[in-house]
């Protein structure tokens, strides 16, 4: 079965300083990988995913993630920090047998300093 | 708009009392989704529903049940068997279960307390 290690259950940057939030996952075969944002009470929403298609995903609010099959990581970096960006973070994989449904890590709270 | 609603945000329950939380979705997607979120524990799938009319329980299924009469429809209730209800529930839609790079989409969340 597949899972997700995401390091660091608080990471806290300053203002403008990079982002780096780390997501490992396990897997025989190169799963489908996402990365959500939670803000507080609210839902979650998507930022970017891996489809195979390229290495490095860009996605939105100035995210980008890199896939590296070598170790199994899929890394999420922004290269300056925002007031905004301080939410809760989820990394996920999906495989293509099997069970479909999302497997989370256990998040990642980022806090922003002035 | 096309989106997800769950209903309602905050729910208050006595103990030993069945509760429904409401998922409604316009996207017109096959699968949906509960999960469950406590503090530190990321989110955990309770029962999931490829099609109508058919839901497969997830990792932590105890205590809750679900049905799918509606593609657009797909309540949870909590029962009284559920020990530790206290948490926040997340409802989610995707375009199929067929594979593939298909994110989920979820809803804003109930908030539910046992008193």
């Known amino acids: 079965a597949q899972s997700v290690t995401q390091l660091g259950s608080h990471v806290s940057v300053s203002e403008g300083a990079l982002v780096l939030l780390r997501c490992n996952y396990s897997s025989s075969v190169p799963p489908y990988l996402f990365w959500y944002v939670q803000y507080p009470n609210q839902g979650l929403q998507l930022l970017l995913k891996y489809t195979s298609a390229a290495t490095l995903v860009k996605g939105i609010n100035g995210f980008e993630a890199e896939f590296k099959k070598s170790e199994t990581s899929f890394h999420l970096t922004k290269p300056s920090a925002h007031m905004s960006d301080a939410a809760e973070y989820f990394c996920?994989?999906?495989?293509?047998?099997?069970?479909?449904?999302?497997?989370f890590g256990s998040g990642t709270r980022l806090q922003v300093q002035p | 708009d096309g989106g997800i609603t769950q209903s309602p945000k905050y729910l208050f329950r006595k103990e030993g009392q069945n509760v429904t939380l409401s998922c409604e979705q316009n996207?017109?997607?096959?699968?949906m989704y509960w999960y469950r979120q406590d503090p530190g524990q990321g989110l955990r799938l309770i029962y999931y529903?490829?099609?109508?009319?058919?839901?497969q329980k997830g990792d932590i299924a105890e205590g809750y049940s679900v049905s799918r009469e509606k593609k657009e429809s797909f309540p949870l209730t909590v029962t009284s068997a559920q020990k530790n209800p206290t948490a926040f529930y997340l409802c989610a839609s995707s375009q199929d279960a067929s594979g593939g790079p298909r994110e989920q989409f979820f809803g804003p969340g109930t908030r539910l307390t046992v008193l």
């Open positions: 996207l017109n997607h096959d699968a």
């Open positions: 529903s490829q099609i109508v009319n058919d839901f």
């Open positions: 996920a994989v999906r495989m293509d047998t099997g069970r479909r449904a999302l497997t």
